[in-house]
């Protein structure tokens, strides 16, 4: 390598004013057709896609657009210098690698443009009809892949001993796990949850012991961010959930509304029976209400009061449209134990979901 430096310092000494000249007219030129053609041409092609409908072409073209203009100016350099030099330095073995070397860092770069950007945007790889699931984790992944051999690639054009270094890196591997066990194990418990896939980016999920819950907005290699009920962001370790029962709340086809009514022992057992009966129809027959699992029925007796227990499902995920059918239901039991003078423990409802 040093060789090359001498061979290139040398070589300056037979330079003319004419190389000069015509080196600088190649490299200005350059510099205006990567900064006034190629990025306008390349933005063109990208909207052309866009319009004809093949939307992921056209984000990795846009993506590769930088690359493909820094990597057109480096080969304008080399040609500039090869004409000051008179010497063709794009095949001269002396600095072929280095050439090359730079040609491949664009290459790695561009697809780490692309990761990158759908990093930021996971939603924009599916269609509205399709969620994504935990992308951004495999892209972080496949990011440092693609940085990984990026450097692989580039030592073995200059002849680096590559399995001396893995030898090495096998060697200190072991301890470094060791300091970084914990750092580790978020990183596995990342890979659990991305290959179990309990969630989704953007689902509402509660931990077993109810002290997480939220929606989950980002999923990193060390931590998860979930947006809490306040609109507060925390930073979960992967492997405090990849441990823990995880309930999917946005996975629910339907909601469980339960509640209970105390009665007073003087009602009698016919009117009681009919005003169940009476409610459990009632229920039956709102558009809203599943029809299979409907329960109105006295459950507990006590001293002085009967406990009737209201449980039926509603067939929605929305919180609002439950509490609005929960409404109705609670107006019409209200109606139906009023029409049949059903007289309340103490006059109060105990209502308990």
């Not at 994504?132 to 892949?145: E, H, S």
């Not at 896939?197 to 989950?216: L, M, R, S």
């Not at 609109?231 to 086809?253: M, T």
């Amino acid at each position: 390598m040093l060789e090359s430096f001498q061979q290139f310092f040398l070589d300056l000494q037979d330079v003319t004013v004419q190389r000069i000249s015509a080196a600088i007219g190649l490299l200005f030129t350059g510099l205006i057709v990567q900064r006034y053609i190629m990025k306008p041409f390349i933005n063109w092609n990208g909207r052309f896609f866009e319009k004809r409908g093949k939307t992921f072409e056209a984000r990795v073209l846009m993506q590769f657009s930088s690359a493909i203009r820094y990597a057109f100016l480096i080969c304008i350099i080399f040609i500039s210098l090869s004409i000051v030099l008179d010497n063709w330095l794009i095949t001269n073995p002396k600095t072929a690698n280095l050439f090359w070397s730079l040609m491949l860092f664009f290459i790695f770069k561009g697809f780490a443009d692309v990761i990158s950007y759908y990093i930021e945007h996971p939603d924009s790889i599916y269609t509205q009809h399709k969620q994504y699931v935990l992308m951004p984790f495999f892209l972080r992944i496949a990011k440092v892949t693609v940085y990984v051999a990026a450097l692989f690639a580039i030592a073995s054009l200059w002849d680096f001993n590559i399995n001396g270094f893995l030898t090495g890196i096998g060697l200190t591997g072991v301890a470094i796990a060791f300091g970084i066990r914990d750092t580790l194990g978020h990183f596995f418990g990342g890979m659990s949850v991305a290959l179990d896939k309990p969630f989704q980016i953007g689902d509402w999920i509660a931990t077993e012991d109810q002290k997480i819950e939220g929606i989950v907005e980002d999923v990193n290699l060390r931590s998860t961010v979930i947006q809490t009920g306040d609109k507060g962001l925390v930073y979960v370790p992967n492997a405090y959930l990849a441990n823990r029962p995880i309930y999917n709340l946005s996975k629910r086809e339907k909601r469980k509304c339960e509640f209970y009514l105390y009665v007073s022992t003087a009602n009698s057992e016919g009117i009681l029976r009919e005003a169940c009966e009476h409610l459990q129809k009632e229920i039956y027959l709102h558009s809203a209400t599943e029809k299979e699992n409907i329960h109105v029925y006295i459950d507990e007796l006590r001293p002085t009061s009967y406990r009737i227990l209201v449980r039926f499902f509603i067939v929605t995920n929305d919180g609002g449209q439950m509490q609005a059918v929960k409404q109705d239901i609670l107006f019409a039991t209200k109606h139906i134990f009023e029409q049949a003078g059903i007289v309340y423990a103490e006059d109060e409802i105990w209502v308990q979901m």
